[in-house]
């Protein structure tokens, strides 16, 4: 296993990351149809994970309406020591009116609760789930410095923000003398490239550390999609589609990708997670599992080189048409090259 210092800070985490979302649930509601795997299946799974040399582990306190991290709390007791243990809040965890959100209130109740339920005194990485439009980003961001501060939390990051509201808080830290968000976990893949944009330039100038969740689109790019169907119909993309997808354009990506698999005789899967490794400014993929052989397969990834010929082709065929102000900057470049 490789490693990768998160963003500007001193520490070091797995490039290939463990989600957990396929923990718990009861297999009634719309997410469970991702695992609902029950404890002593994800307590394999991690196993097989921390012994490959993952060290990042990825939850969050919706994640079978809190089921994951009780899980996690069983599972990973006496092997704390060994994991940067990241989760995140946001979601509404109960029916009051402050049981959702980034409200002081809700901050420091779910931060209890997800401590409590990991059985641990502290989290390694606590992550906003997403931007509150109603909370100050500067009660959210004092609340989670408080927390910094008591040594229950050692990292702060957020999950699902747009360039502007991540520059923004990175803006209401440096103004406040507080912790600083140092990485942003957003969906990525070879089907879904919108962080080129504005997100992944952001993240590489301020020296964040980018955390990649669903870089199989929802199992799209497992090899089980192509022009001819699906060859598993229980795929989660064949029965919920998140996230959306340009099919058609995604099937001439998956095409490409076949041919890459083919010359290293891979999966279409371990491409789709070798391309996201790729990508300057990615720290770490977090791939999930239901199946021992499925994380065995998402694990080799790390040890795949995809040669130039890779690259260039599956760029040529992902890449985004270019998009205002970025093809007018673009074009002025060359005139601040030096001339003669």
């Not at 962080?195 to 301020?206: G, Y």
Request: charge should be negative; aromatic fraction near 6%; hydrophobic fraction near 40%.
């Amino acid at each position: 296993m490789q490693y990768e210092q998160l963003g500007s800070t001193g520490a070091f985490v797995s490039r290939v990351a463990l989600g957990t979302m396929t923990f718990g649930g009861a297999g009634t509601q719309p997410w469970d149809l991702l695992g609902a795997l029950d404890l002593k299946a994800a307590d394999r799974l991690v196993g097989m994970a921390l012994d490959a040399g993952v060290n990042l582990v990825d939850t969050a306190d919706i994640y079978a309406g809190g089921e994951c991290e009780e899980f996690l709390g069983q599972i990973l007791a006496g092997r704390r020591r060994d994991v940067v243990l990241a989760t995140k809040l946001y979601a509404r965890m109960g029916p009051g009116p402050n049981d959702a959100g980034l409200s002081r209130i809700h901050v420091m109740r779910s931060l209890e609760d997800s401590l409590r339920r990991l059985r641990t005194d502290h989290v390694d990485l606590y992550q906003i789930h997403s931007f509150d439009p109603v909370t100050p980003l500067e009660e959210t961001l004092s609340a989670l410095d408080d927390a910094v501060r008591q040594g229950k939390v050692r990292y702060v990051g957020a999950s699902n923000l747009a360039a502007w509201q991540l520059a923004k808080a990175l803006g209401v830290s440096e103004r406040h003398g507080l912790a600083r968000f140092v990485s942003l976990q957003s969906y990525y893949s070879l089907v879904g490239r919108d962080l080129d944009r504005e997100i992944l330039p952001l993240i590489r100038e301020e020296r964040l550390g980018m955390l990649v969740y669903s870089p199989l689109a929802g199992g799209f790019l497992s090899g089980k999609f192509g022009r001819e169907g699906v060859s598993d119909a229980s795929a989660r993309q064949a029965q919920v589609e998140n996230p959306p997808i340009d099919r058609e354009r995604g099937y001439d990506v998956i095409d490409v990708m076949r041919a890459v698999a083919a010359r290293h005789g891979i999966g279409v899967a371990t491409v789709a997670l070798a391309w996201v490794l790729a990508q300057p400014g990615v720290t770490s993929v977090i791939v999930g599992a239901k199946r021992p052989d499925q994380l065995t397969e998402n694990l080799g990834a790390a040890d795949v080189q995809l040669t130039e010929q890779d690259l260039a082709e599956l760029e040529a065929v992902s890449a985004l048409p270019p998009s205002y102000p970025g093809w007018v900057q673009a074009g002025a470049h060359p005139s601040r090259l030096p001339q003669g």
